[in-house]
Protein backbone atom coordinates (compact mmCIF):
# COMPACT_ATOMS: atom_id res chain seq x y z
CA UNK A 1 0.00 0.00 0.00
CA UNK A 2 1.32 3.54 -0.74
CA UNK A 3 0.10 6.95 0.37
CA UNK A 4 1.30 6.41 3.80
CA UNK A 5 1.14 8.91 6.30
CA UNK A 6 3.53 8.76 8.79
CA UNK A 7 2.30 9.56 12.35
CA UNK A 8 4.52 11.76 14.82
CA UNK A 9 6.04 10.81 18.25
CA UNK A 10 2.67 12.17 20.70
CA UNK A 11 0.16 10.98 17.68
CA UNK A 12 2.05 7.59 18.06
CA UNK A 13 1.67 7.76 21.59
CA UNK A 14 -1.83 8.70 21.40
CA UNK A 15 -2.29 5.79 18.72
CA UNK A 16 -1.20 3.00 20.97
CA UNK A 17 -3.00 3.88 24.22
CA UNK A 18 -6.02 4.13 22.01
CA UNK A 19 -5.35 0.38 20.43
CA UNK A 20 -4.28 -1.22 23.55
CA UNK A 21 -7.46 0.25 25.24
CA UNK A 22 -9.58 -1.26 22.20
CA UNK A 23 -7.53 -4.62 22.93
CA UNK A 24 -8.65 -4.75 26.16
CA UNK A 25 -12.54 -3.41 25.23
CA UNK A 26 -12.19 -6.65 22.91
CA UNK A 27 -10.66 -8.97 25.15
CA UNK A 28 -12.69 -8.37 28.32
CA UNK A 29 -15.82 -8.76 26.19
CA UNK A 30 -14.95 -12.52 24.40
CA UNK A 31 -14.19 -13.25 28.30
CA UNK A 32 -18.02 -12.34 29.21
CA UNK A 33 -18.86 -14.81 26.89
CA UNK A 34 -21.17 -12.58 25.47
CA UNK A 35 -23.26 -13.56 22.41
CA UNK A 36 -22.33 -12.84 19.19
CA UNK A 37 -24.75 -9.69 18.66
CA UNK A 38 -23.37 -8.01 21.79
CA UNK A 39 -19.77 -8.68 20.82
CA UNK A 40 -20.57 -6.96 16.93
CA UNK A 41 -21.74 -4.22 18.75
CA UNK A 42 -19.18 -3.77 21.15
CA UNK A 43 -17.12 -4.32 18.32
CA UNK A 44 -18.55 -1.43 16.21
CA UNK A 45 -18.24 0.64 19.37
CA UNK A 46 -14.70 0.01 20.08
CA UNK A 47 -13.70 0.89 16.39
CA UNK A 48 -15.69 4.29 16.69
CA UNK A 49 -15.04 5.19 20.21
CA UNK A 50 -11.37 3.82 20.60
CA UNK A 51 -9.73 4.14 16.74
CA UNK A 52 -11.52 6.81 15.48
CA UNK A 53 -12.63 5.17 12.52
CA UNK A 54 -15.99 6.70 11.72
CA UNK A 55 -16.85 4.65 8.61
CA UNK A 56 -16.75 1.02 8.69
CA UNK A 57 -18.98 -2.12 7.29
CA UNK A 58 -17.94 -5.94 8.27
CA UNK A 59 -18.80 -8.56 6.26
CA UNK A 60 -18.46 -11.64 7.80
CA UNK A 61 -18.56 -15.49 5.71
CA UNK A 62 -21.35 -17.26 7.68
CA UNK A 63 -22.69 -19.61 5.60
CA UNK A 64 -22.87 -16.91 3.10
CA UNK A 65 -21.31 -13.35 3.11
CA UNK A 66 -23.53 -11.48 5.76
CA UNK A 67 -23.42 -7.61 6.86
CA UNK A 68 -22.46 -8.00 10.54
CA UNK A 69 -21.92 -4.32 10.92
CA UNK A 70 -22.48 -1.60 9.36
CA UNK A 71 -21.96 2.74 10.72
CA UNK A 72 -21.56 6.04 9.23
CA UNK A 73 -22.79 5.13 6.31
CA UNK A 74 -25.26 6.61 3.49
CA UNK A 75 -26.06 3.33 2.02
CA UNK A 76 -27.14 0.28 4.08
CA UNK A 77 -25.00 -2.54 2.84
CA UNK A 78 -26.94 -5.14 4.63
CA UNK A 79 -29.09 -5.22 1.57
CA UNK A 80 -25.81 -5.50 -0.86
CA UNK A 81 -23.37 -8.22 -2.22
CA UNK A 82 -19.89 -7.94 -2.19
CA UNK A 83 -18.16 -7.51 -5.71
CA UNK A 84 -15.84 -9.85 -6.82
CA UNK A 85 -13.01 -7.09 -6.95
CA UNK A 86 -12.80 -7.51 -2.91
CA UNK A 87 -13.72 -11.39 -2.82
CA UNK A 88 -10.52 -11.98 -4.13
CA UNK A 89 -8.50 -10.00 -1.50
CA UNK A 90 -6.32 -11.62 0.42
CA UNK A 91 -4.34 -8.62 1.54
CA UNK A 92 -5.02 -4.97 2.95
CA UNK A 93 -5.60 -2.80 -0.32
CA UNK A 94 -7.25 0.76 -1.10
CA UNK A 95 -10.48 0.88 -3.08
CA UNK A 96 -9.23 3.33 -5.04
CA UNK A 97 -7.00 0.66 -6.78
CA UNK A 98 -10.06 -1.76 -7.12
CA UNK A 99 -12.85 -1.61 -9.69
CA UNK A 100 -15.65 -1.09 -7.83
CA UNK A 101 -18.99 0.64 -8.34
CA UNK A 102 -19.12 4.15 -6.42
CA UNK A 103 -20.95 3.31 -3.57
CA UNK A 104 -17.70 1.20 -2.43
CA UNK A 105 -15.43 4.26 -2.43
CA UNK A 106 -17.37 4.97 0.96
CA UNK A 107 -14.38 3.07 1.81
CA UNK A 108 -11.20 3.86 1.59
CA UNK A 109 -9.31 0.73 2.80
CA UNK A 110 -10.34 -3.10 2.11
CA UNK A 111 -8.61 -5.15 5.05
CA UNK A 112 -9.12 -9.20 4.63
CA UNK A 113 -9.49 -10.92 7.85
CA UNK A 114 -7.59 -14.22 7.75
CA UNK A 115 -7.73 -17.38 10.12
CA UNK A 116 -5.43 -20.44 8.86
CA UNK A 117 -5.53 -19.40 5.40
CA UNK A 118 -9.29 -18.70 5.11
CA UNK A 119 -10.86 -15.21 4.84
CA UNK A 120 -13.48 -15.10 7.38
CA UNK A 121 -14.61 -11.06 6.64
CA UNK A 122 -13.40 -7.98 5.23
CA UNK A 123 -13.41 -5.05 7.50
CA UNK A 124 -14.25 -1.66 5.04
CA UNK A 125 -13.19 1.45 7.04
CA UNK A 126 -13.63 5.07 5.46
CA UNK A 127 -13.23 8.86 7.05
CA UNK A 128 -10.13 7.67 9.08
CA UNK A 129 -8.04 10.00 10.62
CA UNK A 130 -4.68 10.50 8.84
CA UNK A 131 -2.46 8.85 10.51
CA UNK A 132 -4.31 5.82 10.85
CA UNK A 133 -3.05 5.26 6.89
CA UNK A 134 -0.06 4.14 8.99
CA UNK A 135 0.18 0.27 7.77
CA UNK A 136 0.84 -0.59 11.40
CA UNK A 137 -2.24 0.97 12.71
CA UNK A 138 -4.35 -0.78 10.19
CA UNK A 139 -2.49 -4.41 10.84
CA UNK A 140 -3.86 -4.07 14.48
CA UNK A 141 -7.35 -3.55 13.02
CA UNK A 142 -6.73 -6.63 11.47
CA UNK A 143 -5.67 -7.95 14.29
CA UNK A 144 -8.52 -6.91 17.23
CA UNK A 145 -10.99 -8.06 13.90
CA UNK A 146 -9.01 -11.24 13.83
CA UNK A 147 -9.19 -11.91 17.46
CA UNK A 148 -13.23 -10.81 17.67
CA UNK A 149 -14.23 -13.30 14.97
CA UNK A 150 -12.17 -16.77 15.80
CA UNK A 151 -13.66 -15.62 19.25
CA UNK A 152 -17.48 -15.98 17.81
CA UNK A 153 -16.29 -18.60 15.69
CA UNK A 154 -15.29 -20.76 18.74
CA UNK A 155 -18.16 -19.74 20.49
CA UNK A 156 -19.93 -20.78 17.04
CA UNK A 157 -18.66 -24.31 17.53
CA UNK A 158 -18.84 -24.61 20.96
CA UNK A 159 -22.34 -24.33 20.50
CA UNK A 160 -22.37 -27.00 18.12
CA UNK A 161 -21.00 -29.54 20.22
CA UNK A 162 -22.94 -28.71 23.14
CA UNK A 163 -25.78 -29.25 20.61
CA UNK A 164 -24.57 -32.63 19.27
CA UNK A 165 -23.86 -33.81 22.58
CA UNK A 166 -27.64 -33.62 23.57
CA UNK A 167 -28.71 -34.79 20.39
CA UNK A 168 -26.27 -37.75 21.26
CA UNK A 169 -27.67 -37.91 24.48
CA UNK A 170 -31.42 -38.20 22.94
CA UNK A 171 -30.06 -40.80 20.00
CA UNK A 172 -28.69 -42.65 23.86
CA UNK A 173 -32.03 -42.60 25.43
CA UNK A 174 -33.93 -43.93 22.50
CA UNK A 175 -31.33 -46.66 21.32
CA UNK A 176 -31.77 -48.00 25.29
CA UNK A 177 -35.78 -47.20 24.88
CA UNK A 178 -35.73 -49.46 22.12
CA UNK A 179 -33.95 -52.63 24.10
CA UNK A 180 -36.93 -51.76 26.23
CA UNK A 181 -39.07 -53.22 23.29
CA UNK A 182 -37.24 -56.18 22.94
CA UNK A 183 -38.58 -59.50 25.04
CA UNK A 184 -36.34 -60.16 27.74
CA UNK A 185 -37.12 -63.70 27.76
CA UNK A 186 -37.93 -66.56 24.74
CA UNK A 187 -39.24 -70.11 25.57
CA UNK A 188 -37.50 -72.87 25.08
CA UNK A 189 -39.57 -75.93 26.84
CA UNK A 190 -40.55 -79.36 24.99
CA UNK A 191 -42.46 -77.68 22.44
CA UNK A 192 -40.56 -74.59 21.31
CA UNK A 193 -37.14 -73.07 21.35
CA UNK A 194 -37.08 -69.43 19.98
CA UNK A 195 -33.90 -67.19 19.50
CA UNK A 196 -33.29 -63.66 18.66
CA UNK A 197 -30.80 -61.86 17.36
CA UNK A 198 -30.63 -58.06 16.74
CA UNK A 199 -27.31 -56.31 15.09
CA UNK A 200 -27.83 -52.63 14.59
CA UNK A 201 -26.40 -50.98 11.37
CA UNK A 202 -26.26 -47.34 13.64
CA UNK A 203 -27.01 -46.29 17.17
CA UNK A 204 -30.82 -46.51 16.66
CA UNK A 205 -32.71 -48.82 13.85
CA UNK A 206 -35.88 -50.04 12.86
CA UNK A 207 -36.09 -53.37 13.71
CA UNK A 208 -37.79 -55.07 15.49
CA UNK A 209 -38.80 -58.97 17.05
CA UNK A 210 -41.63 -59.65 19.81
CA UNK A 211 -42.88 -63.26 21.84
CA UNK A 212 -46.15 -62.74 23.54
CA UNK A 213 -47.76 -65.35 25.40
CA UNK A 214 -51.55 -65.42 24.99
CA UNK A 215 -52.61 -68.42 27.12
CA UNK A 216 -50.63 -71.58 28.07
CA UNK A 217 -51.45 -73.16 24.81
CA UNK A 218 -51.02 -70.60 22.39
CA UNK A 219 -48.31 -67.77 21.72
CA UNK A 220 -47.37 -65.03 19.13
CA UNK A 221 -44.15 -63.94 17.51
CA UNK A 222 -43.62 -61.15 15.47
CA UNK A 223 -40.38 -59.85 13.23
CA UNK A 224 -41.07 -56.06 11.96
CA UNK A 225 -39.14 -53.72 10.36
CA UNK A 226 -39.45 -49.86 9.68
CA UNK A 227 -38.94 -48.07 6.50
CA UNK A 228 -35.82 -45.33 7.79
CA UNK A 229 -33.71 -45.51 10.45
CA UNK A 230 -32.68 -43.50 13.58
CA UNK A 231 -35.12 -41.43 15.86
CA UNK A 232 -38.29 -41.31 13.57
CA UNK A 233 -38.21 -45.05 12.93
CA UNK A 234 -37.55 -46.11 16.50
CA UNK A 235 -40.61 -43.56 17.85
CA UNK A 236 -43.05 -45.36 15.39
CA UNK A 237 -41.80 -49.09 16.27
CA UNK A 238 -42.11 -48.17 19.78
CA UNK A 239 -45.77 -46.93 18.46
CA UNK A 240 -46.24 -50.26 16.80
CA UNK A 241 -44.96 -52.77 19.74
CA UNK A 242 -47.44 -50.51 22.28
CA UNK A 243 -50.25 -50.86 19.36
CA UNK A 244 -49.57 -54.93 19.05
CA UNK A 245 -49.86 -55.44 22.86
CA UNK A 246 -52.70 -53.74 23.24
CA UNK A 247 -54.70 -55.13 20.59
CA UNK A 248 -52.93 -58.99 21.75
CA UNK A 249 -54.58 -57.94 25.09
CA UNK A 250 -58.45 -57.95 23.56
CA UNK A 251 -58.25 -60.43 20.69
CA UNK A 252 -55.88 -63.21 19.11
CA UNK A 253 -57.99 -62.81 15.91
CA UNK A 254 -54.98 -62.07 13.30
CA UNK A 255 -57.40 -60.58 10.94
CA UNK A 256 -58.61 -57.88 13.39
CA UNK A 257 -54.98 -57.72 15.00
CA UNK A 258 -53.26 -56.69 11.17
CA UNK A 259 -56.41 -54.15 10.53
CA UNK A 260 -55.91 -51.94 13.53
CA UNK A 261 -52.35 -52.58 13.50
CA UNK A 262 -52.79 -51.28 9.75
CA UNK A 263 -55.07 -47.98 10.87
CA UNK A 264 -52.75 -47.33 13.73
CA UNK A 265 -49.31 -47.07 11.95
CA UNK A 266 -51.65 -45.04 8.39
CA UNK A 267 -52.29 -42.19 11.21
CA UNK A 268 -49.03 -42.16 13.37
CA UNK A 269 -46.97 -42.39 10.44
CA UNK A 270 -44.97 -39.13 9.50
CA UNK A 271 -43.50 -38.72 6.11
CA UNK A 272 -43.66 -41.72 3.92
CA UNK A 273 -43.04 -44.63 6.63
CA UNK A 274 -44.23 -47.52 6.38
CA UNK A 275 -43.72 -50.79 8.43
CA UNK A 276 -43.22 -54.48 6.85
CA UNK A 277 -44.20 -57.34 9.28
CA UNK A 278 -44.58 -61.02 9.57
CA UNK A 279 -47.08 -61.85 12.60
CA UNK A 280 -47.55 -65.22 13.66
CA UNK A 281 -49.82 -67.40 16.09
CA UNK A 282 -48.88 -71.11 17.39
CA UNK A 283 -50.68 -73.48 19.41
CA UNK A 284 -48.63 -76.03 21.23
CA UNK A 285 -51.31 -78.51 20.95
CA UNK A 286 -52.81 -78.77 17.82
CA UNK A 287 -49.05 -77.84 16.38
CA UNK A 288 -51.07 -75.31 13.79
CA UNK A 289 -49.28 -71.85 12.74
CA UNK A 290 -51.51 -68.91 11.94
CA UNK A 291 -49.60 -66.13 10.26
CA UNK A 292 -49.79 -62.68 8.40
CA UNK A 293 -47.04 -61.45 5.66
CA UNK A 294 -47.40 -58.06 5.33
CA UNK A 295 -44.80 -57.17 2.79
CA UNK A 296 -41.94 -58.65 5.13
CA UNK A 297 -39.22 -60.68 3.55
CA UNK A 298 -40.27 -64.72 3.34
CA UNK A 299 -39.57 -66.49 6.70
CA UNK A 300 -37.92 -70.05 5.79
CA UNK A 301 -40.03 -73.35 7.24
CA UNK A 302 -37.00 -75.85 6.94
CA UNK A 303 -38.72 -79.47 6.76
CA UNK A 304 -36.61 -82.34 9.08
CA UNK A 305 -35.91 -83.97 5.04
CA UNK A 306 -34.71 -80.35 4.05
CA UNK A 307 -37.71 -79.58 1.89
CA UNK A 308 -38.76 -75.99 2.99
CA UNK A 309 -41.58 -73.39 2.39
CA UNK A 310 -41.73 -69.55 2.12
CA UNK A 311 -44.29 -68.20 4.33
CA UNK A 312 -45.27 -64.96 2.35
CA UNK A 313 -49.11 -64.76 2.03
CA UNK A 314 -50.44 -62.28 4.21
CA UNK A 315 -51.27 -58.72 2.74
CA UNK A 316 -49.01 -55.67 1.77
CA UNK A 317 -46.92 -53.55 4.11
CA UNK A 318 -48.84 -51.80 7.29
CA UNK A 319 -49.43 -47.79 7.02
CA UNK A 320 -49.54 -47.36 3.01
CA UNK A 321 -53.47 -47.65 2.91
CA UNK A 322 -55.96 -46.64 5.28
CA UNK A 323 -57.89 -49.98 4.26
CA UNK A 324 -55.83 -52.99 3.57
CA UNK A 325 -56.83 -53.61 0.02
CA UNK A 326 -56.37 -57.60 0.51
CA UNK A 327 -55.15 -59.79 3.32
CA UNK A 328 -55.22 -63.42 3.95
CA UNK A 329 -54.20 -65.56 7.45
CA UNK A 330 -52.91 -68.71 6.38
CA UNK A 331 -52.88 -72.20 8.84
CA UNK A 332 -50.67 -74.56 7.99
CA UNK A 333 -49.68 -77.35 10.49
CA UNK A 334 -46.12 -77.54 11.60
CA UNK A 335 -44.23 -81.18 11.16
CA UNK A 336 -42.16 -82.23 13.90
CA UNK A 337 -37.99 -81.71 13.76
CA UNK A 338 -39.15 -78.42 11.81
CA UNK A 339 -36.85 -75.09 11.60
CA UNK A 340 -38.39 -71.49 11.40
CA UNK A 341 -35.99 -68.74 10.12
CA UNK A 342 -37.32 -65.14 10.53
CA UNK A 343 -35.29 -62.29 9.52
CA UNK A 344 -35.24 -58.58 7.83
CA UNK A 345 -33.58 -57.47 4.42
CA UNK A 346 -30.70 -56.67 6.19
CA UNK A 347 -29.18 -60.74 6.18
CA UNK A 348 -30.19 -61.66 2.41
CA UNK A 349 -29.24 -57.87 0.84
CA UNK A 350 -25.27 -58.25 1.29
CA UNK A 351 -23.20 -58.34 -2.50
CA UNK A 352 -20.21 -60.12 -2.70
CA UNK A 353 -17.31 -58.85 -4.91
CA UNK A 354 -19.13 -59.92 -8.33
CA UNK A 355 -22.41 -57.96 -7.14
CA UNK A 356 -24.26 -61.25 -6.71
CA UNK A 357 -26.85 -61.51 -3.88
CA UNK A 358 -26.20 -63.53 -0.53
CA UNK A 359 -30.22 -63.62 -1.11
CA UNK A 360 -32.77 -66.40 0.09
CA UNK A 361 -31.36 -69.31 -1.79
CA UNK A 362 -28.13 -68.60 0.35
CA UNK A 363 -30.03 -68.82 3.41
CA UNK A 364 -31.74 -71.40 2.59
CA UNK A 365 -28.73 -73.70 1.32
CA UNK A 366 -27.54 -72.61 5.03
CA UNK A 367 -30.03 -74.02 6.72
CA UNK A 368 -30.09 -76.81 5.06
CA UNK A 369 -26.66 -77.82 6.19
CA UNK A 370 -26.97 -76.50 9.37
CA UNK A 371 -30.12 -76.93 10.54
CA UNK A 372 -29.15 -79.59 13.53
CA UNK A 373 -26.38 -76.66 15.31
CA UNK A 374 -28.58 -74.96 18.27
CA UNK A 375 -30.18 -72.03 18.30
CA UNK A 376 -27.27 -69.66 19.22
CA UNK A 377 -25.28 -71.68 17.10
CA UNK A 378 -27.15 -71.44 14.27
CA UNK A 379 -27.35 -67.68 14.34
CA UNK A 380 -23.55 -66.93 15.09
CA UNK A 381 -22.65 -69.16 12.06
CA UNK A 382 -25.01 -67.78 10.21
CA UNK A 383 -23.90 -64.02 10.39
CA UNK A 384 -20.43 -65.20 10.17
CA UNK A 385 -21.62 -66.50 7.14
CA UNK A 386 -22.57 -63.57 5.63
CA UNK A 387 -19.46 -61.36 6.72
CA UNK A 388 -17.69 -63.99 4.77
CA UNK A 389 -19.67 -63.78 1.60
CA UNK A 390 -17.98 -59.83 1.59
CA UNK A 391 -15.52 -59.16 4.00
CA UNK A 392 -14.53 -56.18 2.26
CA UNK A 393 -18.24 -54.95 2.61
CA UNK A 394 -19.88 -53.37 5.80
CA UNK A 395 -23.97 -53.90 6.68
CA UNK A 396 -26.10 -51.14 5.43
CA UNK A 397 -28.29 -52.38 7.56
CA UNK A 398 -29.71 -53.69 10.46
CA UNK A 399 -30.15 -57.35 11.00
CA UNK A 400 -32.59 -59.57 13.00
CA UNK A 401 -32.70 -63.03 13.24
CA UNK A 402 -35.57 -65.03 14.99
CA UNK A 403 -35.38 -68.87 15.03
CA UNK A 404 -38.33 -71.26 16.27
CA UNK A 405 -37.07 -74.44 16.21
CA UNK A 406 -40.46 -76.84 16.99
CA UNK A 407 -39.68 -80.13 18.52
Known amino acids: MSDITIPNIQQELNLKK ?23 KIYRFTL ?20 KVCFGTEQDFTKHELP ?39 VMIGKIQPYYNNMEALNFVQTVSNIMLVAIENHKMARQRLAQESIRREIEIAREVQSML ?3 ALPNDKDVTIHA ?33 GVPASLLMSNFQAGLRTILRQTSDLNTVVAELNTLIYRNAIAEKFITMFLALYNRKTRELC ?29 VFDVLPFMSVTRITVPEKSVLLCYTDGLTEVFDEEEAEFGIEGTIRFLQRNKYLSSKMLHLQLLREINLYNEEAALNDDITLLSCRFK
Not at 28 to 35: E, G, S, W
Open 18 to 40: LELSALLEITQAINDNLPEGALY
Open 48 to 67: LAQLQISRLVLFVHDEKWEC
Open 291 to 319: YVNAGHNSPILLHENNTHRLLNEGCTMLG
Open 84 to 122: EAILNLQEITRTSKLSVEKKWRAFEIVIPILHNGKVLAF
Open 197 to 229: SYIPHSSIGGDYYDFIEIDADTFVFCVADVSGK
Open 182 to 184: FPK
